[in-house]
Protein backbone atom coordinates (compact mmCIF):
# COMPACT_ATOMS: atom_id res chain seq x y z
CA UNK A 1 0.00 0.00 0.00
CA UNK A 2 1.31 3.65 -0.92
CA UNK A 3 2.39 5.67 1.96
CA UNK A 4 0.03 8.59 2.12
CA UNK A 5 2.14 12.05 2.11
CA UNK A 6 2.27 14.06 5.09
CA UNK A 7 1.23 17.57 5.87
CA UNK A 8 4.66 18.26 6.92
CA UNK A 9 5.78 17.22 3.86
CA UNK A 10 3.34 18.71 1.58
CA UNK A 11 4.18 21.93 3.05
CA UNK A 12 8.14 21.58 2.63
CA UNK A 13 7.15 20.81 -0.93
CA UNK A 14 5.66 24.08 -1.48
CA UNK A 15 8.24 26.01 -0.13
CA UNK A 16 10.81 24.20 -1.94
CA UNK A 17 9.24 24.81 -5.08
CA UNK A 18 8.61 28.40 -4.58
CA UNK A 19 12.07 28.86 -2.96
CA UNK A 20 13.33 26.96 -6.47
CA UNK A 21 11.54 29.43 -8.71
CA UNK A 22 11.99 32.74 -6.84
CA UNK A 23 16.08 32.11 -6.17
CA UNK A 24 15.89 32.70 -2.42
CA UNK A 25 13.85 31.78 0.86
CA UNK A 26 12.86 35.57 1.55
CA UNK A 27 11.56 35.92 -2.09
CA UNK A 28 9.35 32.75 -1.33
CA UNK A 29 8.00 34.12 2.38
CA UNK A 30 6.99 37.28 0.71
CA UNK A 31 5.05 34.86 -1.81
CA UNK A 32 3.63 32.87 0.32
CA UNK A 33 2.73 35.41 3.15
CA UNK A 34 5.12 33.82 5.81
CA UNK A 35 8.51 34.14 7.37
CA UNK A 36 11.64 33.53 5.20
CA UNK A 37 12.75 31.05 8.63
CA UNK A 38 9.69 29.33 8.17
CA UNK A 39 10.29 28.71 4.73
CA UNK A 40 13.92 27.46 5.20
CA UNK A 41 13.04 25.10 8.02
CA UNK A 42 10.25 23.49 6.01
CA UNK A 43 12.98 23.04 3.04
CA UNK A 44 15.72 21.71 5.72
CA UNK A 45 12.97 19.50 7.23
CA UNK A 46 11.88 17.91 3.56
CA UNK A 47 15.61 17.47 3.10
CA UNK A 48 15.75 15.31 5.90
CA UNK A 49 13.00 13.45 5.41
CA UNK A 50 14.08 12.40 1.77
CA UNK A 51 17.92 12.25 2.63
CA UNK A 52 18.75 14.59 -0.25
CA UNK A 53 20.34 17.87 -0.66
CA UNK A 54 17.87 19.47 -2.76
CA UNK A 55 20.29 23.16 -2.90
CA UNK A 56 23.47 24.86 -2.81
CA UNK A 57 23.63 27.67 -0.77
CA UNK A 58 25.56 30.68 -0.47
CA UNK A 59 25.24 33.47 1.47
CA UNK A 60 23.07 35.65 -1.22
CA UNK A 61 21.84 32.67 -3.54
CA UNK A 62 20.01 29.02 -3.82
CA UNK A 63 21.03 26.99 -6.44
CA UNK A 64 19.76 23.66 -7.11
CA UNK A 65 21.44 20.37 -6.84
CA UNK A 66 20.59 18.05 -10.09
CA UNK A 67 18.47 16.53 -7.67
CA UNK A 68 16.72 19.26 -6.59
CA UNK A 69 15.98 20.08 -10.16
CA UNK A 70 14.36 16.88 -10.78
CA UNK A 71 12.17 17.35 -7.62
CA UNK A 72 11.38 20.70 -8.79
CA UNK A 73 10.02 20.47 -12.49
CA UNK A 74 7.89 17.86 -10.51
CA UNK A 75 6.69 19.81 -7.58
CA UNK A 76 5.81 22.36 -9.88
CA UNK A 77 3.46 19.80 -11.46
CA UNK A 78 1.94 19.19 -8.31
CA UNK A 79 1.28 22.98 -7.28
CA UNK A 80 -0.57 22.99 -10.44
CA UNK A 81 -2.92 20.88 -10.41
CA UNK A 82 -3.90 21.82 -6.75
CA UNK A 83 -4.09 24.86 -7.60
CA UNK A 84 -6.51 23.66 -10.89
CA UNK A 85 -8.39 21.97 -7.98
CA UNK A 86 -8.52 25.22 -6.26
CA UNK A 87 -10.04 27.77 -9.37
CA UNK A 88 -12.33 24.39 -10.34
CA UNK A 89 -13.83 24.93 -6.66
CA UNK A 90 -13.77 28.67 -7.23
CA UNK A 91 -16.06 28.86 -10.59
CA UNK A 92 -18.16 26.74 -8.96
CA UNK A 93 -19.53 29.39 -6.45
CA UNK A 94 -21.18 32.11 -7.83
CA UNK A 95 -20.03 35.05 -4.94
CA UNK A 96 -16.17 36.05 -5.03
CA UNK A 97 -14.30 35.03 -1.73
CA UNK A 98 -10.94 34.19 -0.19
CA UNK A 99 -8.10 35.98 -1.44
CA UNK A 100 -6.85 38.17 -4.72
CA UNK A 101 -3.33 38.52 -5.08
CA UNK A 102 -2.63 41.56 -7.18
CA UNK A 103 0.53 42.97 -8.27
CA UNK A 104 1.25 46.09 -10.01
CA UNK A 105 4.05 48.81 -10.68
CA UNK A 106 4.36 51.18 -7.95
CA UNK A 107 2.79 54.26 -8.75
CA UNK A 108 0.34 52.44 -10.32
CA UNK A 109 -0.52 50.58 -7.59
CA UNK A 110 -0.26 54.25 -5.41
CA UNK A 111 -2.30 56.55 -7.49
CA UNK A 112 -4.93 54.71 -9.31
CA UNK A 113 -5.17 50.97 -7.55
CA UNK A 114 -5.35 51.72 -3.90
CA UNK A 115 -7.57 54.40 -3.56
CA UNK A 116 -9.74 52.51 -5.73
CA UNK A 117 -9.70 49.20 -3.12
CA UNK A 118 -12.18 50.26 -0.70
CA UNK A 119 -14.88 50.57 -3.01
CA UNK A 120 -14.20 47.55 -4.82
CA UNK A 121 -14.08 45.36 -0.76
CA UNK A 122 -17.49 47.51 -0.57
CA UNK A 123 -18.99 45.22 -3.60
CA UNK A 124 -16.95 42.02 -2.12
CA UNK A 125 -17.02 42.00 1.16
CA UNK A 126 -15.95 38.70 1.43
CA UNK A 127 -12.95 39.12 -0.88
CA UNK A 128 -9.69 40.05 0.56
CA UNK A 129 -7.06 41.59 -1.58
CA UNK A 130 -3.21 41.03 -1.08
CA UNK A 131 -1.97 43.97 -3.53
CA UNK A 132 1.84 43.90 -4.04
CA UNK A 133 4.11 46.92 -5.62
CA UNK A 134 7.40 47.22 -6.82
CA UNK A 135 9.13 47.36 -10.43
CA UNK A 136 10.18 43.89 -9.82
CA UNK A 137 8.48 41.41 -12.49
CA UNK A 138 6.75 38.97 -10.84
CA UNK A 139 6.51 35.47 -12.51
CA UNK A 140 2.59 35.45 -12.55
CA UNK A 141 2.61 31.36 -12.64
CA UNK A 142 4.79 30.35 -10.00
CA UNK A 143 4.06 33.02 -7.37
CA UNK A 144 0.48 32.05 -7.28
CA UNK A 145 -0.81 35.45 -8.62
CA UNK A 146 -4.37 36.23 -9.83
CA UNK A 147 -3.98 39.32 -11.64
CA UNK A 148 -0.98 41.65 -12.19
CA UNK A 149 -1.29 45.24 -14.15
CA UNK A 150 2.19 46.24 -15.78
CA UNK A 151 3.36 48.43 -18.81
CA UNK A 152 5.70 47.49 -21.46
CA UNK A 153 6.34 44.71 -23.35
CA UNK A 154 4.46 41.75 -22.60
CA UNK A 155 6.14 38.55 -23.77
CA UNK A 156 4.60 35.54 -21.69
CA UNK A 157 2.48 33.00 -24.19
CA UNK A 158 0.94 31.27 -20.73
CA UNK A 159 -1.32 34.63 -19.92
CA UNK A 160 -4.63 35.88 -20.66
CA UNK A 161 -4.19 39.66 -21.21
CA UNK A 162 -6.52 43.24 -21.65
CA UNK A 163 -5.30 46.53 -22.46
CA UNK A 164 -6.70 49.25 -20.10
CA UNK A 165 -5.32 52.65 -21.00
CA UNK A 166 -2.59 54.27 -22.57
CA UNK A 167 0.60 54.70 -20.74
CA UNK A 168 1.07 58.62 -21.47
CA UNK A 169 4.14 60.38 -20.61
CA UNK A 170 4.45 64.53 -21.05
CA UNK A 171 6.90 67.39 -19.56
CA UNK A 172 5.67 69.30 -16.95
CA UNK A 173 7.58 72.19 -15.19
CA UNK A 174 6.52 74.51 -12.32
CA UNK A 175 5.23 77.97 -13.08
CA UNK A 176 7.77 79.97 -11.48
CA UNK A 177 10.10 77.86 -13.18
CA UNK A 178 9.01 78.70 -16.71
CA UNK A 179 8.79 82.40 -15.16
CA UNK A 180 12.66 82.64 -15.15
CA UNK A 181 13.40 80.31 -17.43
CA UNK A 182 11.03 80.59 -20.17
CA UNK A 183 9.04 77.65 -21.78
CA UNK A 184 10.96 75.49 -24.62
CA UNK A 185 8.81 75.03 -27.82
CA UNK A 186 10.84 72.13 -29.05
CA UNK A 187 12.52 69.14 -27.10
CA UNK A 188 15.66 70.66 -28.76
CA UNK A 189 15.64 73.48 -26.40
CA UNK A 190 16.09 71.04 -23.26
CA UNK A 191 19.82 71.39 -23.31
CA UNK A 192 19.06 75.40 -22.38
CA UNK A 193 17.03 74.01 -19.05
CA UNK A 194 17.61 72.24 -15.93
CA UNK A 195 16.32 68.55 -16.37
CA UNK A 196 14.96 66.01 -13.43
CA UNK A 197 15.36 62.70 -14.56
CA UNK A 198 14.03 59.32 -13.31
CA UNK A 199 15.77 56.45 -12.92
CA UNK A 200 14.93 52.74 -12.59
CA UNK A 201 15.60 50.97 -9.34
CA UNK A 202 15.70 47.45 -10.63
CA UNK A 203 18.38 48.08 -13.98
CA UNK A 204 19.85 51.38 -12.33
CA UNK A 205 19.32 53.03 -15.89
CA UNK A 206 18.14 56.48 -16.52
CA UNK A 207 14.75 57.39 -18.34
CA UNK A 208 14.93 57.82 -22.03
CA UNK A 209 12.25 61.16 -22.66
CA UNK A 210 10.39 60.10 -25.76
CA UNK A 211 9.30 62.75 -27.72
CA UNK A 212 6.65 62.37 -31.25
CA UNK A 213 8.37 64.69 -33.64
CA UNK A 214 6.77 64.06 -37.35
CA UNK A 215 6.08 60.83 -38.00
CA UNK A 216 8.99 59.25 -35.22
CA UNK A 217 9.51 58.91 -31.82
CA UNK A 218 12.97 60.46 -30.80
CA UNK A 219 14.07 59.46 -27.40
CA UNK A 220 16.67 61.65 -25.75
CA UNK A 221 18.18 61.21 -22.25
CA UNK A 222 18.48 64.72 -20.49
CA UNK A 223 21.89 66.10 -18.77
CA UNK A 224 19.96 66.28 -15.39
CA UNK A 225 21.28 67.68 -12.90
CA UNK A 226 18.78 66.23 -10.60
CA UNK A 227 17.83 62.16 -10.84
CA UNK A 228 15.56 60.19 -8.61
CA UNK A 229 14.51 56.44 -9.03
CA UNK A 230 11.06 56.73 -7.56
CA UNK A 231 8.69 58.53 -9.59
CA UNK A 232 6.52 60.41 -7.25
CA UNK A 233 10.00 62.37 -6.11
CA UNK A 234 10.27 63.46 -9.94
CA UNK A 235 7.21 65.39 -9.65
CA UNK A 236 7.45 66.15 -6.25
CA UNK A 237 11.01 68.03 -7.54
CA UNK A 238 9.42 69.37 -10.34
CA UNK A 239 6.79 71.30 -8.12
CA UNK A 240 9.65 72.65 -5.74
CA UNK A 241 10.91 74.65 -8.96
CA UNK A 242 13.64 71.75 -9.75
CA UNK A 243 13.74 72.09 -13.61
CA UNK A 244 12.04 69.78 -16.44
CA UNK A 245 11.00 66.34 -15.87
CA UNK A 246 9.12 63.46 -17.78
CA UNK A 247 6.21 62.29 -15.96
CA UNK A 248 3.11 59.85 -16.31
CA UNK A 249 -0.06 62.32 -16.93
CA UNK A 250 -1.62 59.96 -13.81
CA UNK A 251 1.27 61.43 -11.18
CA UNK A 252 1.09 65.08 -12.33
CA UNK A 253 -2.36 65.79 -13.01
CA UNK A 254 -3.50 66.15 -9.34
CA UNK A 255 -0.10 68.99 -9.21
CA UNK A 256 -1.25 70.54 -12.56
CA UNK A 257 -5.18 70.64 -10.81
CA UNK A 258 -3.50 72.73 -7.70
CA UNK A 259 -1.13 74.92 -10.15
CA UNK A 260 1.84 73.67 -8.86
CA UNK A 261 2.73 72.24 -12.32
CA UNK A 262 1.83 73.16 -16.56
CA UNK A 263 3.04 70.63 -19.02
CA UNK A 264 5.50 71.20 -21.18
CA UNK A 265 5.70 70.27 -24.68
CA UNK A 266 2.71 68.37 -24.85
CA UNK A 267 2.24 68.31 -28.66
CA UNK A 268 5.32 66.15 -28.34
CA UNK A 269 3.78 64.15 -25.44
CA UNK A 270 3.84 60.38 -26.11
CA UNK A 271 1.58 56.99 -25.27
CA UNK A 272 4.93 54.84 -24.81
CA UNK A 273 3.45 51.80 -24.00
CA UNK A 274 -0.32 50.79 -22.30
CA UNK A 275 -1.18 49.96 -18.90
CA UNK A 276 -2.20 45.92 -19.40
CA UNK A 277 -4.23 43.58 -17.14
CA UNK A 278 -2.44 40.24 -17.15
CA UNK A 279 -3.64 36.90 -15.43
CA UNK A 280 -3.34 32.80 -15.96
CA UNK A 281 -5.30 30.55 -18.14
CA UNK A 282 -6.00 28.57 -14.87
CA UNK A 283 -7.71 31.69 -13.75
CA UNK A 284 -10.22 32.29 -16.45
CA UNK A 285 -13.02 31.03 -14.96
CA UNK A 286 -12.22 31.91 -11.36
CA UNK A 287 -15.28 34.52 -9.96
CA UNK A 288 -12.28 36.86 -8.06
CA UNK A 289 -10.65 37.63 -10.87
CA UNK A 290 -13.94 38.18 -13.48
CA UNK A 291 -14.89 40.79 -10.68
CA UNK A 292 -11.51 42.21 -10.25
CA UNK A 293 -10.95 42.64 -13.95
CA UNK A 294 -15.03 44.50 -14.33
CA UNK A 295 -14.15 47.00 -11.40
CA UNK A 296 -10.72 47.88 -13.50
CA UNK A 297 -12.97 48.89 -16.23
CA UNK A 298 -14.04 51.37 -13.36
CA UNK A 299 -10.77 52.47 -12.57
CA UNK A 300 -9.03 52.78 -15.97
CA UNK A 301 -12.08 54.67 -17.54
CA UNK A 302 -12.00 55.81 -21.41
CA UNK A 303 -10.42 58.29 -21.93
CA UNK A 304 -8.13 58.29 -18.96
CA UNK A 305 -9.16 61.46 -17.13
CA UNK A 306 -5.98 62.20 -15.45
CA UNK A 307 -4.53 62.72 -19.02
CA UNK A 308 -7.00 65.95 -19.85
CA UNK A 309 -3.27 67.65 -17.84
CA UNK A 310 -2.24 68.27 -20.98
CA UNK A 311 -5.14 70.46 -22.09
CA UNK A 312 -3.73 73.11 -18.97
CA UNK A 313 -3.63 76.11 -20.44
Known amino acids: MMEQIGLERLTGLIAFARSASLGSYTAAARALSVSPSAVSKSVQ ?20 TPEGRDLHERALRLLQQAEEIEQAAMAARAEPAGTLKVTAPLPIGVHLLAPALPRFRERHPKLAVDLRLGDRVADIIDEGIDVAIRVGDLADSRLISRRLAPHRLSAFASPGYLARRGVPRHPDELVDHDCVNFRYQ ?83 GSPNVRAFLAFLDDVFPSPAPWDACLAAP
Do not use: H, K, M
Request: charged share 20%.
Open 202 to 284: SSGLALRWPFRIGERVVEIIPNAGITVDVSDAVAATLAAGGGIGISPTYIAAPYVERRELVPVLADFAVDRFAVTALWPESRR
Open 45 to 64: RLEQQLGLSLFTRTTRSLTL
